[in-house]
């Protein structure tokens, strides 16, 4: 599993093009030529990324929004930073 | 041969039909098989300075595309091809691939009419019932715009639809549920093959059209006809899956099929429709479409 700190960003990878649909996104990473869609909190976790967001800004908007605890907020934003790096959707910087 | 290609590309773009073809490829420069129609998209096809595109329908045209002569090369590879299925193979498989390449628009694999004024375009892949659902319209004073590749264009706050060709082609089945008699060729009926209705019995609109409703046929047949509504990233996906373009491995065209997908599913009305594929109640679709649509008034 990749060591994330709570203070680093992460941006999106050179290849991924994103559009917004509805209230959701779908991104397409231009290399592997795989569609990826994001339901509601990943949407609002890519909407913080691309903005340069650390992740303990993106938590807290997490748990100020769909009123979870900081332990479920944590959870799911580590369990999508985690796909999306296996995806090459977001690179650490 | 007027293949419709220049009304489509706004920069002089012109498809000629040149003869017998002269080309023997080399399988490196194959870039892409697809998968379903089995059509072979070469790269240069292995000459230096050669135009960019070759595209190989197996058994019936080999096709040049020149973009830097806005130039379409038709070529018969099989001499013995009948008239019909090379109308065909240009009309619904090569047109949509180049107009859905190098034109602004996205080309869904889909039928379209215009009811009473309003515009209904039907997504879905071959089989689907794209054609008997137009063609049944056309009997309650629908004019068509197409029966398989419809241009979706992107404008400020409308999405616009527009038929690539506006013919007919249904099966046996089809024609004798929507009451059509008279085709091209009644050889193709006896043969099996979807045959093109004479275009002198349709009333066809060849301008576009504001689209009122896009519906995205269910593959799965269902013994209720229902209008779902569908979540916005599927129906995006869906649309791209039904576009038309040379090949997936064109980014720039894969960016802008992508964006022009995002924008039809933000301004349109879309559903996905089920309904039983049952012939004998093709008229209960039609009806339980036009009650959708609030437009029984009117329709007799």
Same mark, same amino acid.
Not at chain 1, 65 to 73: F, L, M, Q, R, T
């Given at each position: ?41 990943? +949407? ?18 997490? $748990? ?30 | ?35 379903? $129609? ?58 949509? @691939? ?19 004024? @309003?515009?209904?375009?039907? =997504? ?25 590749? +419809?241009?979706?264009?992107? +404008? ?8 690539? =060709? ?16 008279? $085709? ?51 129906? =995006? ?21 992508? +964006?022009?997908?995002?924008?039809? $599913? ?35």
């Amino acid at each position: 599993m990749t060591e994330i700190d709570s203070e680093e960003t992460l941006r999106p990878h050179t290849s991924i093009v994103a559009n917004k649909v509805g209230d959701e996104y779908i991104l397409l990473h231009l290399e592997t030529g795989l569609y990826h869609g994001l339901d509601g909190v990943g +949407t609002l976790i890519w909407e913080k990324l691309s903005a340069g967001e650390p992740l303990t800004a993106i938590k807290q908007s997490i $748990t100020a929004k769909y009123e979870v605890s900081d332990e479920v907020a944590e959870r799911d934003l580590r369990a999508l930073i985690e796909e999306m790096l296996d995806a090459d959707i977001v690179i650490q910087t | 041969m007027n293949t419709n290609l220049e009304s489509f590309l706004s920069n002089g773009w012109e498809a000629r039909f040149v003869g017998a073809s002269p080309f023997a490829v080399s399988a490196s420069t194959l870039i892409h098989v697809e998968p379903i $129609t089995g059509i072979e998209v070469y790269h240069g096809h292995g000459r230096e300075g050669a135009p960019p595109w070759l595209l190989r329908f197996p058994g019936v045209i080999d096709v040049l595309i020149d973009p830097r002569a806005n130039e379409v090369s038709i070529y018969r590879s099989n001499p013995e091809i009948d008239r019909s299925m090379l109308d065909h193979v240009i009309q619904d498989q090569l047109l949509p @691939r180049v107009v859905g390449h190098f034109s602004n628009s996205l080309v869904l694999h889909a039928a379209s009419v215009v009811v009473h004024g @309003r515009c209904l375009v039907f =997504c879905g892949r071959s089989g689907a019932g794209k054609s008997t659902l137009a063609g049944g319209l056309l009997r309650y004073g629908a004019a068509l715009l197409s029966d398989d590749a +419809t241009a979706l264009i992107a +404008t400020d706050g409308e999405i616009l639809a527009r038929g690539l =060709c506006p013919s007919l082609r249904m099966n046996r089945d089809s024609l004798e549920v929507t009451g059509y008699r008279d $085709t091209r060729d009644p050889a193709d009926v006896e043969a099996g093959r979807k045959a093109q209705l004479a275009n002198e019995l349709l009333e066809v609109s060849e301008i576009a059209h504001p689209l009122t409703a896009l519906f995205i046929i269910d593959e799965e047949p269902s013994h209720e006809i229902r209008f779902v509504e569908i979540g916005a990233s599927s129906a =995006c996906m869906t649309l791209i899956e039904s576009s038309f373009a040379i090949t997936p491995t064109d980014i720039e065209r894969v960016k802008l099929m992508f +964006t022009l997908a995002a924008k039809v $599913t933000n301004t349109a009305y879309i559903r996905q429709l089920s309904f039983p594929r049952d012939f004998a109640r093709a008229a209960d679709v039609r009806k339980a479409l036009l009650e959708h649509l609030s437009l029984t008034q009117g329709v007799s």
